[in-house]
């Protein structure tokens, strides 16, 4: 409605009832199979065409997958994933028009351990997968979750990016690829099978002992989310991939973009559920499904026998009140009926957003959230929303002066700022640290405490911080990362007088 | 075993807060309250010294809170404000004349003046009219568009320097969700300032001191302190789409409190990708009003009013401004058009 140059120009018609015994509006010859908007009614060989050209065209349009590129596919089993995967098959077929041009690999997160399904659960479902990803002929990765308790500290500390590859180096690689491509190409006979190894119960039961520090469902999901990134940009590091492909598909991402909204992650928003999410540096996260709607994605599986396989997660089963996501997704379902354009307007609005001032690439590491690592937006301005929960916070544990005769504080403009804020970290309690920092790099920080942590993460993470009950069962990756990124904020602190220029001697 | 104030810590604790979850006397609630206020006023530099001031009140819990706030604070921290009460009367039977009463009864208590306007002197309309020719979809756009208006000229004829309205958090998130929902990028960026920026005659810019105090807190602290206010929900409101996004917010609330704070903070840090389309201000051609079309809103919701065509202003109809303007007549296609009400 209220959108600026939107002009419904034709006059309001009488909506015909779409029925399966019209033709099809794209030949006009076979008769229909699908509606898919009302009124748009497809025949299966339209249809077909219609989806594969909607991902060709996503790829093409954004220009971002350079031909010969390794590529990591992200499946979880699910229809939208497994959709994506044989797209990426037939596009790479041999007898497909306009090839597609990189060489894909696969990986399956098996996240088993946190739900509670047992070994044998776990192995069944590992194998259906296995079965179905020897039969594209990709290399595939099958991971534990566990082995999150094992990754180094750099994935959440950054990696140089490589080089700007602007749009028109695009043509040029795709001229050296075709020139080159006969003996480059990986043949399907070297398949590196990871299959599910061993996985020791006591990283299970760690893993689930960290789920179960947070309290809340929606905690719980977050860090699992986070996790599990961690994961998929570890294992496309080591393995040699350049580019992971995600399933989200139009309506989960409307969900995220809502879900997002209400956990206060405003400014990552467009990281969050934009087509290229550039946040960890040289590995840059792709969504190249994301204009298919749920609807389409399961028409098309269901017609052209595209399998998958059902994995529970976290919030599978659970009342709409459970969690912030749940409620999120089933209040965007339910306006959907309603009002059916509700999902596309919503990712129309994601279109248009972009990350905040400076490109994620060149910031700073120090400047980056600990858990989600995107750029931290927790910089107190006057009169904002975090600002306002600080002094919430700070005034709800203040006597009230009146009583005891104490004179009211006369605040200026310029002192307005809660005074627990003496040091540049976020926290209202933290006024002793700063006293505290001055002991030296290697003494002061002995067990980091949650108000410590706090000052690393990003507003949203903040919350979720808020709803853990104990840190420690972070995985060390993590805690280690923090204590060094304060060892190295406390270095700045002593010798800050001296700096000349902000950024000089940057990660 | 009685739970202790956390901010006395001596006398026992008489509510929890909604907004942090810590659970406070009476004394030191107030406090906190209007400290949160005043520091929300001072940060954002709201109001200068010697400015006059008018207090948008409609009866209802928040305008009643923020006029005693409003005339606390200017007293304890002497603003140095001189404050006046500012109502508008929308024609609704049974809801705004019940309301308008305790609007005159705050009058009375707070000792500051008082002008009520009403949307039979200005347009001609009354709400309850107005219902009776659009239906019951799309009033709210009616009534808010012109009661926008209407909140304007009564501050011009008061001759203040701003407007402050009792927008509450949760109003700010509502809005924030109804204009994600609604794909207005626009109005995205703009919703969530605290006050409004615009130049040009005939406009008084407007803020929201209350920017940051959860609805159930303002219901608190009338509460405690026995304010008394009006507070019946618009017969005309079940059926509007902002219905939708409250909803919403108050399932988020449930689920975890901070939900609206984090609604707004997201709002504040969205930023639009260069390139997109944005609306420019301009002036209105008929009155003079700011507008980002060649009529203002207001105008154009009139005209079809007053013609007889509902649906004129609602949707988009850039090319017929100009018709408008230049008096022509419209093609019998584009009445039929603007007619079809929906009930």
């Known amino acids: 409605m209220c959108q600026v140059e939107e002009d419904y120009r034709d006059g309001l018609e009488r909506v015909e009832v779409p029925s399966v015994s019209k033709k099809c509006v794209k030949c006009k010859e076979a008769s229909a199979a699908v509606v898919i908007r009302a009124g748009d009614t497809y025949c299966r060989g339209c249809f077909k065409e219609y989806f594969i050209h909607k991902f060709r065209a996503m790829l093409g349009k954004n220009r971002i997958i350079f031909p010969g590129e390794k590529v990591l596919l992200a499946v979880s089993g699910g229809p939208s994933s497994c959709s994506m995967l044989s797209q990426v098959r037939e596009g790479l077929s041999l007898n497909a028009h306009k090839k597609l041009r990189f060489s894909p690999g696969i990986i399956y997160i098996d996240e088993g351990g946190v739900v509670g399904q047992t070994v044998e659960e776990r192995r069944r479902t590992v194998a259906e997968l296995q079965a179905m990803f020897k039969a594209t002929g990709f290399p595939f990765h099958t991971v534990a979750l566990e082995q999150v308790l094992d990754l180094p500290s750099s994935v959440v500390a950054m990696a140089p990016s490589p080089s700007e590859q602007p749009a028109s180096n695009y043509k040029e690689a795709v001229g050296h690829f075709l020139q080159s491509t006969s003996s480059s190409r990986s043949t399907p006979q070297d398949e590196e099978q990871t299959s599910l190894p061993e996985v020791p119960e006591a990283h299970t039961h760690f893993l689930q002992q960290l789920i179960g520090s947070a309290k809340t469902l929606t905690a719980r999901q977050d860090l699992l989310n986070t996790l599990r990134q961690h994961l998929l940009v570890h294992t496309a590091r080591t393995e040699g991939y350049s580019k992971v492909m995600l399933g989200d598909n139009c309506t989960r991402l409307a969900v995220k973009l809502l879900t997002s909204i209400t956990l206060g992650r405003g400014a990552q928003l467009a990281q969050d559920t934009g087509f290229s999410d550039a946040r960890y540096g040289d590995i840059t996260l792709v969504r190249p499904m994301r204009d298919y709607s749920a609807k389409e994605i399961a028409y098309y599986n269901h017609m052209f026998s595209v399998a998958s396989v059902f994995t529970p997660s976290l919030d599978t089963k659970t009342t709409d009140k459970a969690s912030i996501q749940r409620l999120t997704e089933s209040f965007v379902t339910k306006l959907q009926e309603d009002f059916p354009s509700t999902v596309s307007t919503i990712y129309r609005t994601s279109e248009k957003l972009q990350t905040t001032c400076r490109s994620s690439a060149k910031a700073e590491p120090s400047e980056k959230c600990l858990l989600c690592v995107c750029a931290l937006d927790t910089a107190v301005e006057n009169a904002s929303a975090f600002q306002a929960t600080l002094t919430s916070e700070q005034l709800s544990q203040t006597k009230y002066p009146g009583a005891a005769g104490t004179e009211i504080p006369r605040q200026n403009p310029e002192s307005s700022a809660p005074s627990g804020q003496c040091c540049s970290s976020g926290g209202a309690e933290d006024c002793g640290r700063a006293e505290r920092g001055g002991g030296g790099c290697c003494s002061s920080a002995k067990e980091p405490e949650t108000t410590d942590l706090k000052s690393l993460l990003c507003y949203s993470c903040q919350l979720t911080l808020k709803d853990m009950s104990s840190v420690e069962h972070l995985p060390q990756y993590i805690l280690s990362e923090a204590q060094r990124r304060q060892r190295r904020s406390q270095m700045r602190e002593e010798i800050s007088e001296f700096l000349l220029e902000d950024g000089e001697g940057g990660d | ?343």
């Open chain 2, 1 to 343: 075993m009685p739970v202790l104030c956390s901010g006395c810590k001596e006398k026992r604790a008489a509510l929890k807060r909604p907004k942090t979850g810590h659970s406070l006397c009476k004394e030191c609630f107030f406090w906190a309250f209007e400290e949160e206020v005043h520091r929300t006023i001072v940060a954002a530099k709201l109001f200068k010294p010697g400015e006059t001031v008018g207090i948008a009140a409609s009866g209802g819990k928040d305008s009643t809170v923020l006029a005693h706030v409003m005339k606390l604070l200017n007293e304890r921290y002497s603003y140095g404000l001189e404050l006046m009460l500012l109502s508008v009367d929308e024609g609704i039977t049974g809801y705004r004349d019940d309301s308008l009463e305790t609007v005159k009864r705050n009058q009375q208590q707070y000792e500051l003046p008082l002008k009520i306007v009403s949307y039979e002197e200005l347009y001609g309309w009354t709400m309850d009219a107005i219902v009776k020719q659009v239906g019951l979809k799309n009033n709210c756009t009616f009534c808010g568009v012109f009661r926008r208006q209407a909140l304007d000229r009564g501050a011009i004829m008061l001759k203040v320097d701003k407007i402050c309205t009792g927008h509450n958090a949760d109003d700010v998130a509502e809005t924030v969700l109804m204009n994600v929902l609604r794909g207005d990028i626009a109005r995205l960026r703009r919703c969530t300032a605290i006050s409004t920026v615009s130049e040009g005659e005939g406009v008084v810019p407007r803020c929201k001191p209350l920017k940051y105090a959860y609805e159930k807190e303002i219901v608190l602290y009338a509460y405690f302190k026995k304010l008394d206010y009006f507070s019946t929900e618009c017969v005309y409101s079940p059926n509007a789409y902002r219905g939708h996004a409250r909803t919403f917010l108050k399932d988020l609330e449930s689920v975890r409190p901070s939900s609206i704070m984090d609604v707004i903070h997201s709002g504040e840090n969205l930023s639009v990708r260069d390139g997109v389309k944005m609306p420019v201000q301009g002036t209105c051609n008929r009155c003079g009003y700011i507008s980002s079309q060649a009529l203002c809103k207001s105008c154009v919701l009139l005209e079809g009013l007053n013609r007889g065509l509902p649906k004129l202003g609602i949707g988009k109809h850039h090319r017929l401004h100009d018709k408008l303007l230049s008096q022509q007549p419209l093609t019998e296609r584009e009445e039929r058009k603007l007619k079809s009400v929906d009930f």
